[in-house]
Structure formats: structure tokens, C-alpha cells
């Protein structure tokens, strides 16, 4: 059944008795009714102590059952026995009898809950939810749907194991059965609470797969270093990392309270937990939209223009790049935190390229403005070729992730074709060329090129040139056309890179050769 039954008397009286808030009463319980957990806090106190009332043997409910989806449950229950009866050192505390009503209805008014530490109770009530939504309205997002999520202090799982403790041992006391499937996790419970009330006040839809994030961050400092004892019990379940500012993660505590045995968690931690002064506080209540990606082709016409910014040993050598005269303007457009730029292959600062243009993306990571028309998108592409002559974009448009992988495949294998302005240091005559426009499937053996030796590893790398079309212009200057495989050095086919390529062009005239101008075509 989804709500409470005889067999759960006990463990309402008792965790009433020792301050647990009724909606963790409830999880204990393996009460699996999300609309039980949704009542108002004072209706379910209430509901719990006529709950206790009620001397019937029959089964007696809260309220009417309600088919819900299965719930998400966690184990607390460790594999290995230990002792029934222990207390703080080593045995469980003495608490009240759980026939003794008064007890119950004394301390049962509102107090901040032993387990939750008031996640259950204040935190779920409309001033919260509106202070929430106003977060969220104030960081003018665009969204249709959202999903929530709920950062908590981990030591909320070393207090839900001493409370777990409290009911079992208590369980075994009467002879009762405990539940196979554990409690309702915390989590779980809290959202079944606040779905309704976010998607009311903010007019769209919970969804799982949705791409904008509402988080909420607790903390307790009251009880923060509750979790420290698990350190020297289970030290290789602690170990620093890089990106977390304690070794006292949710996971780490997680892993640690299922390996320290119940006997030696006794001796360190009470059992029931004590009742805490202060409620939690929400730390952070922040806001994230998936990000955006878009894409097109862009054309540079400079020769004094990298694709992404040109910074040496810290200093920038160009006042602008390809990158950044794209970006800026869709950073602003999409109000996005920042953004991650690629594109397929790349060019020298001093090779344009032209023709259809080289393939890019762009990564708006956490944008505010996410509902582009084609028509919006036409515009903010004129936007970028009106604002520079140095490049052209086209085929701007909005794609998703795994088109960006496509981008990237298969490189090695695409055919670039090129435009060279060749310079020779000897005379040469159109029939001296002529030769070149018959070589067909020329392999080259490219080493690493010096000029980018310091990015690069060192390899011998196999390349093709696929086709060649020579156009005489003066005794020393021809163009040179070529359909090469993705990835050729064209500078170094040129010039040779002091033997580094070979064969190279001046190896194949006999003579030195060098290039002027290149271009992507």
C-alpha cells in the first residue's frame, strides 16, 4: 500500500518520540504516495498523531491511497549483523517506550527534524519556492521546460543511518518485519514536494531531459564536521581531489557508511540523532541552460588574421581573430557565459581562405536567449559580415552536438584543394612546369614541420597530392593549383622544409623554390 498501516505504528511513534519531521516518518515508512508528502506540514502532523490514536487492529490509512510511479529507493541496512542494543558508546541511547502517547504529542511540536535537518519542512513551503522562482525570473532565461536539482549535505546520510539503526533495532525489539526495499530517498521526496510548485509558478513543465537546470545548494554548518569520524574509520574512502574543496563529498561518505560496520558507527555517532538548532541554508540557488551550438562556413580575406587568437609567452600578437570576430556576436545575441570554438582544419595567419568556406562551431555555454528563427539566423549572419571585411560567414544555422562530431569526421580523409604563389630563385620557362600538371597520386613523406615542432609531436605523416595545375606568370613566379589529401603541409610540399618533405617542388623543378601567397580555395 502507499500510505501508512498498522505495522507502522512503531516506527511513527518512535521517530516522533526522538524528533524526525513527518514527511522523513513517512520515508521511513517506505511510504511510495506522492501526494502524501505534498500535504501541508501541519495536516500530516496532525494525520500522524490521530494516526497513533487510532487502537484499531485493522489497517488504518492517513489518508486515500494514490497510484504513483515507483519511487527510487536507498539501503541502509549494512550485510554483516551487528549487535541490536548499542548505544553511543557502543549501544543504542535509551528513548521513550513507544506506548507512551504523551511523550509523542509533547515533542511533536515543530522543531527543526533530526534527519533532514529541515529540508522537509521549511524548504518546502511557498515563500521558498517564490524565492526560487524569483532567482530564476530575475536571470531572464529562455526556457519551455526545466529540470531541478538538489545539492545536500552529506552528513544527512550519516543521520539517516543512525535513524535507520534506531527503527531496526526497535523492529527486531517487537518481532516486527523491516521493509526489503529500504526508504524513500530524501531527494526524491523533496522533488515530488517542489515539481508542482516550481512548474505552477514558473507556467512550464517538469522534465528530466529538459536542458535548463534549477539547483539548490543546502548546507549545515551546525553539523558539518559530523561526517570526520568516517576518516579515520574508512581513510582510503577520503582522498583529495583537484575540483572539490573537501574530501567530504556525498559519494565519499556514501562509500564509507557502507563499509564501516555498525558496531564501530555506533561507538562515534548517536543513535537517535540528536535534534539540531538551526534549520539548513540554501547556499546557492542557481540557474543553467544547456548549451547552444552553431554552426556554419566562414571565408578569411586577410592575411594578417589568425583563426583563434595569437598569444606568445602571454602577450597577443594580432588585435583580433577569426574566432573572436564570429563569437562576439553570437555571445551577445545569445547572452551566453562563454563559448568554445572549432572548425574543420585550420589555416596559417597568412592563408586566405576562400571558395565555399572552412566548416565551423561554436559552443554557447549557459545562453540566456535560445529561440532562434531561420529568419533570426539569417540576420545575425549579416550582423557578422557587415561588422568586418576581413571575413565572410554562411549557412549560419542552429545544429545540435552530435552534428559538431560530424564535423570532425573523417578529416584525414577529405580533399582540400589549394591556390600557391610559387617564387624560384632560378629562371624558369612555361615548358619547365608543364611536367607538374601530369603527376598524378604523388606520396609525400611529411616530417613534422619546424614552424610547428612545438605543438605538434614529432611523426613522419603520409600524404597525398592528388592533382596539380600549373599557370606561368614571369620567369620566377607561377601559381600553382592543387587537390591534396586533408592534412598536407602545402608550405612544406613547396619549399621542402630543409628536406623535411619530400618530394617537394623545388626537388621536383631542381632548383630552389619558395612560396609567396596560399590560399584555401
Known amino acids: 500500500m502507499s500510505s501508512l498501516t498498522e505495522k507502522d505504528r512503531p516506527i511513527v511513534q518512535l521517530l516522533l518520540n526522538t524528533g524526525t519531521c513527518p514527511r522523513c516518518i513517512l520515508r521511513f515508512c517506505c511510504v511510495g504516495s506522492q501526494t502524501l508528502y505534498r500535504c501541508p506540514y501541519k495536516d500530516l502532523m496532525k494525520d500522524l498523531k490521530e494516526f497513533l490514536k487510532n ?67 521549511e524548504f518546502c513551503e511557498a515563500d521558498f519556492v517564490k524565492k526560487v522562482c524569483q532567482k530564476v525570473n530575475s536571470a531572464d532565461y529562455q526556457f519551455t521546460s526545466f529540470v531541478f536539482s538538489v545539492s545536500l549535505p552529506p552528513q544527512l546520510s550519516v543521520r539517516e543511518r543512525a535513524a535507520w539503526l534506531l527503527v531496526k533495532q526497535e523492529m527486531g525489539k517487537l518481532g516486527l518485519p523491516l521493509a526489503k526495499d529500504g526508504i524513500v530517498q530524501l531527494k526524491e521526496a523533496y522533488k515530488w514536494i517542489i515539481h508542482p510548485q516550481l512548474s505552477e509558478e514558473l507556467g512550464v513543465p517538469a522534465d528530466g531531459k529538459s536542458l535548463f537546470e534549477v539547483s539548490v545548494v543546502f548546507a549545515h554548518p551546525e553539523t558539518e564536521e559530523e561526517c570526520h569520524f568516517l576518516a579515520t574509520a574508512c581513510p582510503d574512502c577520503f582522498k583529495p581531489a583537484k ?39 540554501a547556499l546557492e540557488i542557481q540557474c543553467n541552460n544547456g548549451a547552444v551550438f552553431v554552426a556554419g562556413r566562414y571565408n578569411k580575406y586577410s592575411r594578417n588574421l589568425p583563426q583563434t587568437p595569437w598569444i606568445i609567452d602571454g602577450e597577443r600578437k594580432l588585435e583580433s581573430s577569426v574566432e573572436e570576430l564570429i563569437s562576439e556576436h553570437l555571445m551577445a545575441e545569445f547572452k551566453a557565459d562563454s563559448f568554445n570554438f572549432s572548425s574543420s582544419g585550420r589555416e596559417d595567419v597568412d592563408v586566405r581562405t576562400l571558395g565555399n568556406g572552412r566548416p565551423f562551431a561554436i559552443e554557447l555555454v549557459n545562453p540566456r536567449r535560445i529561440h532562434f528563427t531561420a529568419e533570426d539566423m539569417k540576420g545575425l549572419q549579416q550582423t557578422i559580415n557587415n561588422s568586418s571585411d576581413k571575413i565572410q560567414v554562411r549557412d549560419l544555422q542552429l545544429v545540435t552536438r552530435s552534428a559538431i562530431g560530424r564535423m570532425k569526421e573523417g578529416e584525414e580523409e577529405k580533399t582540400k584543394t589549394y591556390s600557391a604563389l610559387v617564387w624560384t630563385e632560378k629562371a624558369i620557362q612555361k615548358e619547365d612546369i608543364a611536367f607538374l600538371d601530369d603527376i598524378k597520386e604523388l606520396k609525400l613523406d611529411q616530417k613534422t614541420p619546424l614552424r610547428v615542432l612545438h605543438r605538434r609531436p614529432l611523426a613522419v605523416r603520409c600524404r597525398i597530392i592528388h592533382t596539380m595545375r600549373s599557370e606561368y606568370i614571369d620567369e620566377h613566379h607561377f601559381r600553382l593549383h592543387l587537390k591534396t589529401q586533408a592534412g598536407t603541409y602545402i608550405k612544406e610540399f613547396v619549399h621542402g622544409d630543409f628536406g623535411r618533405t619530400k618530394p617537394n617542388i623545388g626537388s621536383l623543378l631542381n632548383r630552389t623554390a619558395d612560396i609567396l601567397e596560399l590560399d584555401v580555395e
Not at 254 to 281: Q, R, Y
Open 243 to 281: 575540483n572539490k574543496q573537501s574530501v567530504f563529498t556525498r559519494m565519499a561518505v556514501i562509500k564509507a557508511l557502507e563499509k564501516i560496520k555498525e558496531e564501530d558507527f555506533l561507538k562515534h555517532f548517536p543513535c537517535p540523532p540528536t535534534s539540531p538548532k538551526n534549520l539548513c541554508v
Open 55 to 121: 487502537n484499531q487492529e485493522k489497517e488504518d490509512t492517513v489518508c486515500f491511497d494514490v497510484a504513483d510511479p515507483p519511487c527510487k529507493r536507498i539501503r541502509l541496512e549494512h550485510t554483516e549483523e551487528g549487535p541490536d542494543e548499542l548505544n553511543h558508546n557502543g549501544a543504542l541511547q535509551q528513548i521513550p517506550s513507544v506506548n507512551n502517547e504523551n511523550t509523542v504529542m509533547e515533542n511533536s511540536a515543530v522543531k527543526v527534524c533530526n534527519v533532514c535537518l529541515g529540508v522537509l519542512q
